[in-house]
């Protein structure tokens, strides 16, 4: 017998987790339920007085006037906000319900991620008057923050960009979702709520990888948009058999799918998964207004055994460590051309918070949503 290596067996590799994984949750606060304080600030203020019962509504929240903040402790600044970044997760953290981050306590300021300019800082030099930064500096004219907790905005670009598609909340989401898919070049991917901020970032993102992408969609002029970016087909779902309609345009099957919506279509799209599929599971906003809590139903939960599909949920500030490698990437697509993106900036005061953050859920947005509630 030859003699046989004593080197010794190296370990498997990590599996189906990528060995790159730098998912952390510190910052979301395990265990903790409810955030019983809010972000410090001033000015107008929205508070949020009772828990939502289906779509928000004006008397769930208070708008306060406050007195201006002119004094910050060691290591604060003071940020006023000029920008205010709407989200479908707005109804989640409105909610009692167990999250993924503490929900927003009753009776303090509503929470937003938003940008905003620097117009006190206990530490001039890191970080010094008159900065752009972003944060969570809720539905409010003014927030105190730890400089820490301070970013600086993207250099170069439109202040709204730091909102947007280089935003954790919007860019990170559907860069990360991406990778979730694993598209290989001529694979077939379906994205549903794929005319919202994150999702035509992420039918972009994976079509520049060379995915085939189908796009769902709620009316004719955003699927008359997702054809323009180039996608391979595109379903209206308001009109259209969305199951006979995943047939014709995925003949050979799915094989990822990055899911915004839950429910129904979620439910056709896993029909028509291949075996070992992919699942980016980014969002349901067709529970997010239930009456009966924040709630998602899977009518197929078997085929996930029967073909072996992978299902990941994920959150994008869990992957905050990748944002460099995120923005690179993406802002690489952008300048190039091949990554286009809108956003439905309304210029309206702290008060119309409720009927502009709901258009989310009425599709009446059109890209990104953003509140200015003052110039810059």
Request: aromatic share 6%; net charge negative; hydrophobic share 40%.
């Amino acid at each position: 017998m030859g003699n046989k290596s004593s080197a010794p067996v190296p370990p498997p590799k990590p599996w189906p987790a990528a060995p790159n994984d730098v998912r952390s949750d510190v910052w979301c606060a395990p265990g903790v339920a409810e955030d019983p304080v809010g972000p410090k600030g001033g000015g107008k203020q929205l508070i949020l007085v009772k828990r939502p019962d289906g779509a928000m509504k004006p008397s769930d929240f208070s708008v306060v006037e406050t007195s201006v903040p002119t004094e910050v402790a060691e290591g604060e600044a003071i940020v006023q906000n000029v920008m205010l970044s709407l989200d479908p997760t707005h109804r989640i953290w409105a909610s009692a319900d167990k999250q993924y981050m503490p929900a927003v306590g009753l009776n303090t300021v509503m929470r937003a991620g938003t940008v905003g300019k620097v117009i006190k800082s206990s530490d001039e030099k890191a970080l010094p008057v008159g900065s752009f930064v972003s944060a969570f500096g809720g539905v409010q004219e003014y927030v105190i923050a730890k400089i820490s907790d301070l970013h600086p905005v993207v250099p170069g670009v439109p202040l709204s960009y730091n909102l947007s598609i280089f935003s954790a909340i919007i860019g990170l989401t559907a860069w990360v979702g991406s990778n979730i898919c694993e598209v290989k070049p001529g694979e077939t991917v379906v994205v549903s709520g794929a005319a919202g901020a994150v999702g035509s970032a992420a039918a972009q993102i994976m079509k520049n990888r060379g995915a085939t992408v189908i796009g769902i969609a709620g009316s004719d002029d955003k699927c008359k948009w997702l054809t323009e970016l180039g996608l391979a087909g595109v379903i209206n779902y308001k009109t259209e058999d969305v199951p006979a309609k995943l047939k014709e345009l995925c003949p050979n099957g799915v094989n990822a799918y990055f899911d915004n919506v839950g429910g129904a279509i979620t439910e056709a799209v896993m029909h028509q998964c291949n075996n070992f599929a992919r699942v980016a599971f980014c969002g349901f906003i067709s529970g997010y207004e239930s009456s009966s809590g924040i709630t998602a139903t899977l009518n197929c939960y078997e085929l996930m055994l029967i073909r072996r599909i992978k299902v990941q949920g994920f959150v994008c500030v869990d992957h905050i460590a990748d944002m460099g490698k995120c923005i690179e990437e993406v802002a690489s697509y952008v300048k190039a051309g091949t990554l286009k993106f809108k956003e439905d900036i309304q210029e309206v005061p702290i008060e119309a918070y409720v009927d502009t953050v709901n258009k989310l859920y009425t599709g009446e947005n059109t890209g990104k949503l953003i509140m200015q509630i003052t110039a810059f």
